[in-house]
């Protein structure tokens, strides 16, 4: 049973549970009635089947199915040799793993990057009736590395004629140089149709840069951004920008992504997100100061999808941080990737931000729900709600906005407390006590905070993908 203690509220209560839950096809494929019961294994968000994940990188969208590529080590749970794995979904929930795409070779080890859809053949490496995937990726040479030189990270790119099954290397690689930067990656190109070309945005140590291409093989600078802009605690990476309309308007604007490690509001990773305009070459905006995709400290060095249809936009970030990231603890795999998201703009008091919600697929997997009788509890009352379909469910619930602490129980003494700060304007979540198992209490387990600049004059509303302990009975 949960239990629910709260304090001078009124919640409202829809419950569901999924069906099909995803598949996965593996090289060594577990049993498969273990598959998802081993402890910690995510239910609904992307994991590799076994070993090390970090980044996703390549997210693109082509001939009906959505790519992911993410930093791989095929050998170990923790961080080594970066690869690129990769797994493919029709609908962003259901994936079906796929083999390593990219491997280490002579060039360097194989970073963080972004893949197109070359629909015009501008690359050569395909035909207009077959046009390639192309994958625009970091190298990072270990030796430069360990010698203490400065240029041991360089751009590289591959490509695929069978909608990434395999993939060829360009024999040209390296396709951009490195003048001396230490930190010099995490390659993200768009099509640019204000120039009508190839636009790749590379992090370089406490900035961006902005380069374009006709061809994809070579490139040129044209401007840089952000040497006075945003959170500079820490180090840049996986970059991204796209544009979007201001909801319930015409206006455009640009949205910029850049992560940094450590200087999360939270403490370690985060990504922060700048809105702006962009000409084609430049990126400007009068933002000064830091705004956040979302204040949790599991979500880093997300990106979105490529080629979606309907211009929609779409972004997944690694469920980690790397505080802790190397020792939660699995024993199988390590690490996984957010739920998708929808991103959208919308004003608020004068300022544009930028909003993310769940995509609309995972209501398609909902096979039960029922709706509990609204309560009404006095202070320190508690209720018990029953998971009638099982833990793998979804609970959404609003509450009234006034001062209020909410504390979700089990009967193991499991919980996570969620309290409203109506006068300071302000969102906490305390997980301290929702494991047994401890890192570093003062980043996992510390209390997570959200300030709010106007507080919502509606009642909240929540909603869980709650997911607790599938290997124990409940």
Known sequence: MLKFAVKVCTIFILLSSCKDVPKKVAVEEPEATSYYTEPYRPQYHFSP???????????????????LFYQYYPDDIVRGPMHWGHATSKDLIHWEHKPIALYPDEHG??????????????SGFGTEENPPLVAIFTYHNMDGEKAGEDNFQTQG????????????????NPVILNEGIRDF????????????????LLVAGDHLQIWQSKNLREWEKVSEFGKDKGAHGGVRECPDMFKLKVEGTDTEKWVLLIS???????????????????????????QEDAKWVDWGRDNYAGVTYNNVPDNERIFIGWMSNWAYARDTPTEVWRSANTIPRNLSLHENNGEVELYSYPIANFDKIVEHSYEETPVALKPMQKTQVALKYGNQSEIRFKMNPT??????????????????????????????KSERWILNPNLFLATNICPFPIYPKEKWKFRCCWIIRPWKSF
């Open 49 to 67: 089947q076994e070993k090390w994940m970090n980044d996703p990188n390549g997210l693109v969208y082509h001939e009906g199915m959505y790519h």
């Open 109 to 122: 080890l194989i970073f963080s990057g972004s893949a197109v859809v070359d629909h015009q053949n501008t």
């Open 157 to 172: 790119i591959a490509y695929s004629l069978d909608n990434g099954d395999t993939w060829t290397k360009y024999e040209g």
């Open 185 to 200: 990656r995490d390659s993200k190109v768009f099509w640019n149709e204000l120039k009508n070309n190839w636009t790749m």
């Open 260 to 286: 940094i490690n450590p200087g999360a509001p939270n403490g370690g990773s985060g990504t922060q997100y700048f809105v702006g305009d962009f000409d084609g070459t430049t990126f400007t905006t009068n």
């Open 403 to 432: 001062d209020s602490k909410w504390i979700f129980s089990n009967g193991e003494g499991d919980s996570l407390v969620i309290t409203l700060n109506k006068q300071e304007k302000m969102l906490l979540l305390d997980r301290s």
